[in-house]
């Protein structure tokens, strides 16, 4: 009876087991989950050049994944840094590229027609000063402020 319940058990176990592991890595390394689907879009971002959805999805995960890593490693315990999550949204070219904290997060609002290279320094600077320079920024004389 208990072998023939094992047989029935031991297949959806097996077959879960992926979807556990993708669980548990979401659960407690959700950097790691942001790096691997920005590895998969641009996978996908091979095929076809083309594709502006799969490129603006490829490098919001990669900057996201990239700046929320090293907050958790290398900033972890710093006093007086917010330790929060970047989140990248897309705006018109026609608007300007801006930061703002809500929900315990730094939004970054970027233009999707840059290059990514681009976006990457504009995203690096709007995470510091919003983030790592809040308190300091005000202790600046103005040019310095504005460096």
């Keep these: ?33 942001e790096k691997w689907s920005a590895l ?7 095929f076809g050049r083309g594709w502006q959805f799969v490129r603006r999805k490829y490098v919001k995960h990669d900057l996201q994944g990239r700046v929320n890593d090293f907050v958790r490693r290398r900033l972890k315990g710093v006093p007086g840094i ?3 999550k970047l989140e990248l949204q897309w705006v018109d070219p026609q608007q300007e590229r801006s930061h703002f904290l809500a929900d315990g997060k730094i939004i970054l609002r970027l233009r999707s027609n840059d290059p990514e290279d681009h976006n990457f320094v504009h ?9 790592l320079l809040p308190r300091a920024k005000r202790y600046l004389s103005v040019p310095q402020r504005d460096a």
């Design 1 to 33: 009876m208990e072998d023939d319940l094992a047989k029935q058990i031991l297949p959806i176990l097996v077959g879960a087991s992926p979807f556990i592991l993708l669980l548990v890595l979401l659960l407690f390394f959700p950097e790691k989950i």
């Design 40 to 46: 998969l879009w641009r996978v996908l971002l091979s």
């Design 82 to 84: 917010f330790d929060g």
């Design 123 to 131: 995203a690096s600077y709007l995470f510091i000063t919003g983030s």
